[in-house]
């Protein structure tokens, strides 16, 4: 029901994630990240145990692969769940349990892994590692760039519905949420996937707009983005 791709951009260290599915509110289930820490996409029967514990895990040193072993060693229903992890290193691990609905499979690339379950076709995986790792630009665009190959290649087999699109620094500041530089999220739409596309979009003009404004217009960073107190 879901693809998604967690990556690194090795020049910067940014993190990001992005996912799509016809599942309500996807982006509030899927996507764990954390600067300086990882990226974790938690899918099929998607248990946030993986994302939280998972989170902790890289953060106290542990390496993705023997974090993703530790939580599915004790995981009873672990053959349902798809997982994928990026540190910031760039290290992957990543599991698709044996019981996830076909076509679910995984593919690794360079600074990225894609995952994907209940699809229409098996070559979406390998079709977003393709078109990220041959996209320019900044992190979130190469993200886009992922999840528009899954499009192509027939997607969700039973539609579409929500996404998410989260870009954190590649340098903590010890405030999480002021790490995010991109975090997008749409719950209900008919082409969820041009709609984070268009809001990244926004979300950039907007900030050059801010960016522009006269001194008199507020920018504290008590509302990220915004040009004045809301």
Not at 200 to 224: F, G, I, K, N
């Amino acid at each position: 029901m879901t693809y998604s791709i967690v990556a690194r951009d090795p020049t910067t260290s940014e993190l990001g994630i992005a996912v799509q599915s016809r599942y309500f509110a996807a982006g509030r289930v899927v996507p764990w990240i954390e600067a300086g820490v990882g990226a974790i996409a938690s899918q099929a029967f998607a248990s946030p145990v993986y994302g939280h514990e998972g989170l902790r895990l890289l953060r106290s040193g542990m390496a993705p692969q023997v974090a993703l072993d530790k939580l599915l060693n004790e995981d009873s229903g672990q053959a349902q769940r798809q997982v994928a992890i990026i540190d910031v290193q760039g290290r992957v691990a990543v599991h698709t349990g044996a019981r996830c609905v076909a076509a679910a499979g995984h593919a690794i690339g360079t600074n990225c892994c894609a995952q994907a379950n209940m699809m229409a076709r098996d070559t979406v995986w390998p079709a977003m590692v393709r078109a990220f790792e041959g996209a320019g630009g900044e992190l979130a665009d190469r993200l886009v760039v992922a999840m528009e190959a899954a499009e192509r290649e027939g997607g969700d087999v039973r539609g579409k519905q929500a996404a998410a699109l989260i870009v954190v620094s590649g340098k903590a500041s010890g405030v999480p949420r002021l790490d995010h530089t991109v975090d997008l999220r749409v719950d209900d739409h008919p082409d969820p996937v041009a709609e984070i596309k268009r809001l990244l979009s926004y979300s950039r003009a907007h900030q050059r707009a801010v960016e522009r404004a006269p001194a008199s217009v507020c920018r504290c960073r008590c509302h990220p983005g915004a040009a004045r107190h809301a």
